[in-house]
């Protein structure tokens, strides 16, 4: 997501002359795009911060700039206890850069972080910031109106609101015609996507069809899902489209449907198991990751117990984990007593990982042996024989090169593979 915004911003500034550069050393503007999602996510911020001091110190025409949540949810305070920072800009003001740059340029502090009921930023056509030219992330709508208790997304991106589907499928048409073959949908919760124009409808389904319909040559990937939104018709429309990738991101968070209460993700244990048989009955071969939080408040042994058992009957092909992080002005440290210790959460956090290290490497074992459609993004990063790409399931694949390069598809043999990697070779056709 915020690689997404990043590019947006890129796009804005170009437009008034400034360009990017890769060389920090050569930039006259420094803007550090922030997370705030754990608190670890915030301290490598700061650590990131540290190191560009000396580039201040050497240039004081230099303007450092904190964006996205960490500058909604810090706000003008940062101003105040750190010296470097010149500018504060919030996730929903960065048409307002511009304005800003000139103002800090001229010596004051610069700050908007007033979060918007309406901004997407629709027609801003993102500078591409990626490297390999074939993949790219395409925003369709922005912030959430989910409450979960431990999250702060709602609070520094704002209440929920889609994209006009016209101008997805122009950006997603356009990226096709420059030679860019797979796109992401990303949304917080893209299930409830909603735009609604005279009589005319567009749901998460309609919009994703519209986008696969632009080429079969164009993959279409999404995230993220919400067990609870999740529908058989995105399902079913996702299993009539080749190009729609056979994944699916469904965040689980916890296996135990008391956790789950307390999450206030409004989905019980029972309930994420039947979506998880609905992909499985509607999209045979499709492959699932997950997110998992260790240690939420009040949980016990068996709640653990709980999420490792339904990690290991869904069968997860990769997963996010983490320890839970409280963070201020959420439900959970308003309501909840952070009372899991950290030893406790990081030994389960840990068992956790191991499950998943041994899920992941079934996962891409039960592959050796089989021919799969790779998308080639580019040259292996171990070695410059060897080209590599991801199947439709998101797994990594690495094969010898040939004559091929980025975007094209081939379909390669699974000859072995590591747990995070297929190795096979090129099917002569
Ligand atoms: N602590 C730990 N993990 C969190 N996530 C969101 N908020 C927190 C938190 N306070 C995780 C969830 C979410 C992912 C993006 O980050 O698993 O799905
Ligand atoms: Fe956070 Fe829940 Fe919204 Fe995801 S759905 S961004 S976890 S509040």
Redesign the pocket.
């Known amino acids: 997501m915020n690689v997404a915004d990043s590019e947006v911003v890129a796009s804005v500034l170009t437009e008034k002359g400034f360009s990017v550069t890769t060389d920090i050393n050569k930039a006259s503007i420094i803007l550090v795009n922030t997370c705030s ?2 608190e670890n996510a915030e301290q490598r911020i700061w650590n990131r911060l540290r190191a560009i001091r000396h580039l201040k110190r050497n240039n004081k025409h230099l303007v450092v700039g904190l964006i996205g949540c960490m500058a909604e949810r810090l706000k003008e305070k940062v101003l105040e206890t750190e010296q470097l920072i010149d500018m504060v800009v919030g996730p929903d003001a960065y048409r307002d850069l511009p304005r800003l740059v000139e103002e800090a340029e001229s010596g004051h502090k610069a700050v908007n972080v007033l979060l918007s009921r309406e901004e997407t930023y629709a027609d801003i056509a993102p500078v591409r910031m990626d490297q390999n030219g074939v993949s790219a992330f395409v925003s369709i709508m922005r912030g959430c109106n989910n409450m979960c208790a ?3 997304v709602p609070y520094v991106r704002g209440a929920e609101r889609s994209r006009n589907p016209g101008s997805i499928v122009s950006e997603a048409t356009g990226l096709f015609e420059r030679g860019y073959r797979e796109v992401t949908l990303l949304g917080q919760n893209v299930d409830s996507y909603r735009w609604e124009q005279g009589s005319i409808k567009t749901g998460f389904p309609e919009l994703i069809e519209k986008v696969a319909l632009i080429s079969p040559l164009l993959r279409v990937r999404f995230s993220t899902s919400h067990p609870k939104d999740m529908s058989d018709d995105l399902l079913m429309t996702m299993a009539r489209h080749e190009n729609i990738c056979r994944h699916v991101h469904l ?1 689980a ?1 916890s296996g135990s449907s008391r956790i789950l209460k307390l999450m206030n993700r409004e989905y019980t244990r029972e309930w994420y198991m039947d979506r998880i048989n609905a992909i499985r009955r509607i999209l045979p071969g499709c492959a699932i990751s997950t ?1 998992i ?1 260790a240690g939420f408040c009040t949980e016990t042994d068996e709640d653990h117990e709980l999420s490792l058992s339904l990690m290991e009957w869904a069968g997860f092909d990769f997963a ?1 984990m ?6 201020p002005g959420t439900r959970a440290a308003r309501k909840l007593k952070d009372d899991v210790p950290d030893e406790i959460k990081t030994q389960r956090l840990n068992e956790i990982i191991a499950l998943q290290n041994r899920l992941s490497a079934k996962s891409k074992k039960e592959e050796i042996g089989k021919v799969v459609e790779v998308l080639v993004e580019g040259e292996s990063k171990r070695s410059r024989e060897f080209l590599s790409g991801r199947t439709s399931q998101n797994r990594i694949a690495v094969f010898p090169k040939g004559d091929l390069k980025a975007g094209d598809f081939v379909k390669i043999f699974v000859e072995r593979c590591t747990s995070a990697t297929l190795i096979g070779k090129i099917v002569e056709t």
């Open positions: 999602i754990r431990y999250c702060v965040p968070q997110d939080i996010y983490f320890k839970y992080s409280e963070r």
